[in-house]
């Protein structure tokens, strides 16, 4: 963790974003007394909604049937 004053933390503002992108923390301080952390924002996981598609997606009863031989033909270059 570094620590750098408010003057160095505004005149090399990028450079500390790029430390903090890459996972470590700068911590900002004025007069030698901490007062702000710059960190990553970690990325927001979306919860799983089972269901969404209830309704919505039909499968034939013959999903799982033989291909016609014409299509299997295709597939092996026939």
Do not use: C, H, W
Request: charged share 30%; aromatic share 8%; proline share 4%.
């Amino acid at each position: 963790m570094e620590q750098v004053n408010i003057y160095e933390a505004k005149t090399q503002f990028s450079k500390y974003v790029e430390l903090a992108e890459s996972g470590q923390d700068v911590i900002i301080a004025r007069g030698g007394k901490q007062v702000a952390r710059l960190t990553a924002i970690q990325p927001v996981k979306r919860a799983i909604r089972f269901g969404i598609l209830k309704g919505k997606v039909r499968v034939a009863a013959d999903f799982d049937a033989p291909l016609p031989d014409e299509v299997l033909a295709g597939f092996e270059g026939r």
